[in-house]
Structures are given as C-alpha cells and as structure tokens.
C-alpha cells in the first residue's frame, strides 16, 4: 500500500496568472550596448515572469539621470521577450533632475546598500520625497535604523513606501509594527533569502541568519511580494562564481511550488505575492492573455546549464508552459523560436488615476 | 545727546519663577560617597534654578539598574540646595529592570551618544516603549537617522518624545517637520549650543557649526527648552580643561538674558523655555515660593572663579537674588549661609494622572 501511495504521488498541474518580477537585477543596464536587458527578459519569461520591474542599479552605474535613462531606453530596444519598466535612482543630489524623469520611469528607488552614492541624510530623502509625484511608488533598500528613517518620513508625508528586500527578524518586524499601526508600508523578500541562509554559507552577510531565515517564514503575513532581486547575482559574485545576467531567475517559481507540494505555502500565497499584490503595488498593467502553467509534487534533481547555489537540490515543482500575448512561448524550459514581444511599461501610469479604480 | 543715551542705558529688574534646567551633568552621580550632586544644587540655586532634572548618566557610570539607583538616591541625600529628580538610563537590555525603577524616577533616557553601551537597534528601543509607563516622559539624545528612527517608534506607539541637546539644522528641522505633521515631539538646545560654535572651538563636533548654530536661532520656535546639559563639562574635557562638575551653570541665566537686553530674545521666550515647558513637559511639580530676580541692561566683564569659555565675554545681566521655598538663598551671586532645603521629587508623578488637569 506504501508502495501505491508513493506510485500515485500527486501531480498536478497549476495554472497562475503571468507573473512579475518586482526586482530584476540587469547587469550591463546602463552599459551602451549591453544586451543584458534582453537576455533577462528572456530568460524571465522562460520562467513564467511575463513582467519585470527592472532595478534602476545596475554592475557599472545607475539610471540616475535622464542620460542614464536613455541608455537603458536604448537597450530596452533590442527585442524585449517580456514586458518590463524602469526605474529610477535617488542620489544625494539630484532630487530635481528626477522630477523631470518621473513621467518615463515606474517609480524611485531610494538605495542605502546598493554600489554608489547611497543616501544617508534624511534631509537629502526628505528632498526626494518633495520632488517625487505622490501617486509613484519609492522604493527602498533601507535597513534598520535608515529603514526607520525613512519609515518615519513616509509616515510623516503619509506616502506609501515599498521595502525591497528585506532579509533581517529586526526589519521584518519593524514592519510587521508598522503595518499594524496603519502605516502605508509593503515590503518583498528575495527568493534566495526563503530558501538560503548564512548556515548554507557561512559568513555571507547578503544572507539572512538561519533565525532571521525563520522569522521571515514566521511573518509570512507581512511578506507582500517575493522577489528575484540582486541578492542570486551579488551571491555569486561573493562565492567567486560566474556571475551571469540571469542567475536565479529559473529557479525561483519551481523553489515557491516545492514549498506549496511540501504545505508549506499554498497556490494562493504564491500567486498573491507573484501577481496579485506586484500589480496592485507598483499600478501595473494587466497582462491579459499571460499565463503559467507548473507541474507540482514530481520530484527531480536541479541540474542548471549555469552556476546555481540550488544545482543538485530536490525540487518538486517545474514550469511547463509559459503563454504571453496568447502565445505559447516556453515548452518544459524551452523557450520556442518566437520573436520577441515585450515592451517597454514604463510610462504606464505616469499620470495621476483620474479616479480610484485600480487600473 | 548721545553721551546721555549711553548713561541712560536702561537697567531693568526682570522677575522670573524659579527656574528648571531640564539637563543637570552629575559627574559623580553613581559613585559613592560623591558630593557632586549637592554641589551641582548648590551652583544651580545660585544660578536661579530651584528644580534641576539629573541626567542619569555620569562620568563613572550610570543610572541604569535598582543598584546604581541607590546610590545616586544616597548622594541625593547629602543636602541638596534645590530640587532634583532622578531618571533612569535605558540600555541593550534592560528594558525589564526599568519597569521595576518608573514609580522612583521621573523619566527614561535613551541615550544614543553618551559614554558605554549606547543603544542602536530599534528593537532595544521599541522593547523599552514597551516596557515603560505610558505616561512617563522618554528624553533621548539620538540624532540623524537614530533620531528618525526613535521618533518612527514614538510615533507608531503615539507617545511623547523629548530630544535633548539637538546642535545641528538637520535635527532640528526633522523635529520641526515632525512637529508639523503632528508628532508629540519636543526639544532642548544647551545654552552652549546657542552661544559657542565650532568657530570658536575649530574640529569640537560637540558643538554645532556656525551654520548649525544659525539654524537653531532661526528655529527658535521649534526649541521648547533651553538647558544647561553636559556640554559645558564635556567642553571642558575635550579642551583639557580642569572639569568642574558645576560648569556651565551659572552663564546660563546672564548668557540668555543678555540676549534679552539685545534684542535676539524676549523675557517670556525665557520663561518659557526655563520655567513653563519644563514644568509642563515634564510634569514637574510647581514650586511656589521660588524665584529670581536678574538685572537686564548693564554691562559687565564675565570673570568666573573656575574656568569657562565664557571667561572675559562682556555680558549684560546677571543674577542678583533667588527665592527659595519664599526664602532668599542667594544674593549678588553668593550663596547665603542657609541650611539645604532641596528635596528629591523623583517620585512626583509616579502614578498615572488621575485627571486631565496638568498638575
Ligand atoms: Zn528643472
Ligand atoms: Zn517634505
Ligand atoms: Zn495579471
Ligand atoms: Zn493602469
Ligand atoms: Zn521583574
Ligand atoms: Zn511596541
Ligand atoms: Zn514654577
Ligand atoms: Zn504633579
């Protein structure tokens, strides 16, 4: 009888919507000629991602300047296989320049841990958050104390503000309190810090602690998004490895449907946090005729063409098919020989909503 | 007729209640046996301060447990000249010990800046907004981001904040930004701060820049009192100065009513500063039969029996007689052969307001 059961391990097939990327990570962004955009894109919409927000930091600069937005407009040219938009970055200094690009970008990004130029006056934020219109999302990697600091000045200016990244038991639950108190606070989690820990490699402070690990998974509640994010690319640079463009992208879906065939997630969690709450967060639009199909509960080993930190892991979870404009695109990890489709999002929702309807 | 307007420079008596300096520097607070404390009372009544708030924190240590406690209660009993109340220090974790101590100290302090185990993360300090009776004052020193941070968790928590000593624009423009959206937010400046800078004193971050220093001038309405704080002893130290524990007390009264006499300050922008914020912030117990008469208007050539910065600065008013407990204590700056009558009101308030009247 034990023998039938394992025989007859459920498979089934879920089917969620096309899913987004609130935080995809493209090396060569601001790099002329780069072709790092287009081959994330790609390598998204192999892995059910049919929409990317692209993180306006990129290896060599940021999109900080209407200059640097142009050349990541130029390079978001090169035939896109998924839909995407930019952002942009908020430096000490130019809180004005980014008013000019507020109608060609999907929102701003306040980085106090990213590269260059980190902000860390809160006069400089509070200058930001002048300049910027209300209705655009800010997004932020701020930690601990900054964190708080600029909790205070969204609260202050009763703006919304999205936390990217969190990875600590102390900024979660900063959070969690926040929240509770009516603050207009969402936040994401990295993919990589669910499934990673410093016990994996010890250290390794990108990762959370194996307790921090454990209270991101105990405020799951709290937890809006998942997220790619820099974290995959900035691991493999810290363990030495080939860092490639599109590192942690395919394992990201099959990693979250593994947890929903073990109980530790359900369909709904996943699609809340891959779809629902993305679109609902940063305005997106809706990607009709984008969709994801998973087979979830047959177990295999992950053997990746490129360096990953999970190549060898069990997963139960893989994507079959990825349909976007109401074409089939990618066949069991296969992407098909179609054109590339995608488009640049970014000036969808640059006005202020007429009315209150989620668009 | 100009020679007759100079003769005639106006004198004036100006009558003040007895004053509060909000921030009394103890050096030896905790160490036993020590006779600062009645000395910095003897000073401090001199100076026309019948009610001094002890900081809880002296050079040895500090008051951050029932034992320390104690001891600072012991030193409170060698006769104190004025009144006195006790705080208590809040530190990484002893968030518990201090909910035993709130019914015997008239505040909490959070220090962010002073001396040993300074606390930095927001969950030591939110565990003590916990702990800490609603109705008790928090006083902290923190500033830039951990001061965003602190008034994040006041904020959230709905509870009132004093920032002590704040010396750059920064701060106290983040405090009147606070104040404006409505936070229950107050502040102190040291008198030092509104009257020594760091172009008197080049490379001495303790005090604020000349820039800093114009900012808080021009933000007089945002500071809700003036205090004397450990900045003079601290001066002393960094400039190698012998550090006697009554520095900087009794410059304070002629230092501010000088600007009185030229024009920068009004006498109720003094009141209310030194006498109805305090008591009212604070929750002091109003001290009838104290007071202080200071001559406004003729000029003079500061020269302290120990050293100040102030030594040789030509100022325009000075203390001439202190009431206390309707007793005069105190004449042209000499203190009377009168027995100590201050008494510790550390208990004053320890119980929650029965009513909504301010006692
Ligand atoms: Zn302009
Ligand atoms: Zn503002
Ligand atoms: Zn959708
Ligand atoms: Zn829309
Ligand atoms: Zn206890
Ligand atoms: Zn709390
Ligand atoms: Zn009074
Ligand atoms: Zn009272």
């Known amino acids: 009888e034990i023998g039938i059961r ?6 089934r097939t879920v089917q969620l919507p096309g899913l987004i990327n609130i935080a995809a990570f493209v090396p060569g962004l601001v790099t002329r000629d780069s072709d790092d955009l287009q081959r994330v894109t790609r390598a998204s919409v192999a892995a059910g991602f049919s929409m990317i927000r692209v993180m306006p930091v990129g290896k060599d ?3 900080s300047d209407v200059k640097s937005l142009k050349v990541a407009q130029q390079n978001g040219k090169r035939g896109p296989y998924c839909d995407f938009n930019l952002s942009i970055t908020a430096t ?8 000019h690009t507020a109608g060609e970008v999907g ?3 306040i980085p106090f841990n990213h590269l260059s130029d980190n902000i860390s006056k809160v006069a400089a934020v509070e200058a930001h958050f002048d300049a910027w219109p209300t209705h655009k999302p800010i997004i932020t990697d701020a930690r601990t104390t900054d964190l708080a600091s600029i909790l205070l000045l969204a609260s202050l200016h009763s703006r919304r503000i999205h936390v990217t990244a969190v990875t600590t038991k102390d900024d979660i639950k900063l959070i969690a309190l926040s929240k509770a108190k009516g603050l207009k606070v969402t936040c994401d989690v990295s993919v990589y810090a669910l499934y990673l820990s410093q016990d994996d490699y010890p250290g390794c402070s990108l990762l959370p602690t194996a307790e921090d690990q454990a209270a991101l998974w105990e405020n799951l509640g709290v937890i809006d998004v998942f997220s790619v994010g820099s974290l995959p690319y900035q691991l493999s640079h810290f363990l030495g490895k080939p860092a490639d463009a599109t590192v942690g992208i395919s394992e990201a879906v099959p990693l979250l449907l593994t947890s929903v065939a073990e109980g530790k997630l359900t369909v709904d969690d996943v699609r809340l946090r891959l779809h629902d709450n993305p679109r609902d967060i940063f305005e997106l639009h809706d990607q009709v005729g984008a969709g994801v199909e998973i087979e979830v509960g047959r177990e295999y080993t992950l053997k990746p063409e490129t360096w990953s930190p999970f190549g060898g892991r069990s997963l139960k979870a893989s994507v079959q098919r990825v349909t976007f404009q109401d074409q089939v695109v990618c066949l069991d990890g296969a992407v098909l020989q179609v054109p590339p489709r995608g488009a640049d999002m970014s000036t969808h929702g640059a006005l202020p909503p007429t009315s209150a309807t989620v668009s």
Chains 1, 2 share one sequence.
């Open 107 to 109: 929102s701003l990004f």
């Open 92 to 99: 000490s200094d130019n809180a004005h320049q980014i008013s």
């Open 6 to 11: 394992d025989y007859q391990t459920s498979h």
């Open 61 to 63: 600069g940021s999109i």
